[in-house]
């Protein structure tokens, strides 16, 4: 099986742009979930969703916000970036509540 | 609140020694779920090992081991003869059913093993 996919894998903004980052799951996985990694706050929470619905979420303000399509693809878009946004950006899938299985994930340097 | 908590920042050892990475954990759920991820240069999070509250039945496979300990709430992972390509950063995690899917991470453990 295909492991999970995240384009695009390098991004570059300028702050107040907006970006939207995607994921493509695990075939049959219906969780995906996203993470923000950087060097002082570590691996953070973002939110989960399964079968479309948000069924988690993290401590993260409202500029952060996600979607997932039928088809278990998920989205995930930044508005009005700052530069604290600069980060590498995790997706993970998952049957459903088991293991994660993560993707390589796409950097975002915000200037 | 959920944490986790993995004390090494940074642990520098010659091939072929024994490593050791702790990891303490702190949860009110009974049922919850511990996992061990390795993060290699490229970036990507390999999974290694999940066990549940319910199973402290320690493991190895290959060259690693682990071994859970309710009692005193650790996770501790080693790595038996160390080689160069277990140069990483390690990140102990939890979740619960409480808290559904989301993993807590600990701050992470980088591991380099020189020649």
């Known amino acids: 099986k295909a492991g999970v996919t995240q384009t695009p894998r390098y991004l570059i903004k300028t702050r107040g742009q907006q970006v939207t980052l995607s994921c493509s799951p695990i075939?049959?996985?219906?969780?995906v979930s996203w993470y923000q990694q950087t060097p002082g706050q570590g691996l953070q929470f973002l939110f989960e969703?399964?079968?479309?619905?948000?069924?988690n979420k993290g401590n993260f303000p409202g500029r952060f916000s996600g979607r997932q399509f039928s088809n278990s693809r998920s989205e995930m878009n930044v508005s009005t970036l700052e530069l604290g946004d600069s980060a590498l950006y995790l997706c993970?899938?998952?049957?459903?509540?088991?293991?994660?299985?993560f993707g390589p994930g796409t950097r975002l340097t915000v200037t | 609140a959920q944490k986790v908590t993995q004390a090494q920042t940074e642990i520098s050892v010659v091939e072929k020694e024994d490593v050791t990475l702790d990891c303490v954990y702190e949860?009110?759920?009974?049922?919850?779920?511990l996992f061990w991820y390795k993060q290699p240069p490229s970036g990507e999070l390999v999974f290694l090992i999940r066990?549940?509250?319910?199973?402290?039945q320690n493991e190895i496979s290959g060259r690693y081991s682990w071994n859970f300990q309710k009692s005193t709430s650790s996770f501790n992972f080693t790595i038996t003869a160390s080689q160069v390509v277990d140069s990483a950063v390690y990140f102990c995690?939890?979740?619960?059913?409480?808290?559904?899917?989301?993993?807590?991470f600990g701050g992470g453990t980088r591991v380099l093993v020189k020649p």
């Open positions: 993970a899938s998952s049957p459903d509540r088991e293991e994660q299985y």
């Open positions: 075939s049959g996985h219906r969780s």
């Open positions: 969703y399964f079968s479309e619905t948000q069924r």
């Open positions: 949860t009110r759920d009974t049922t919850y779920y």
């Open positions: 066990r549940n509250s319910f199973d402290e």
């Open positions: 995690a939890l979740s619960s059913v409480a808290a559904g899917n989301k993993l807590t």
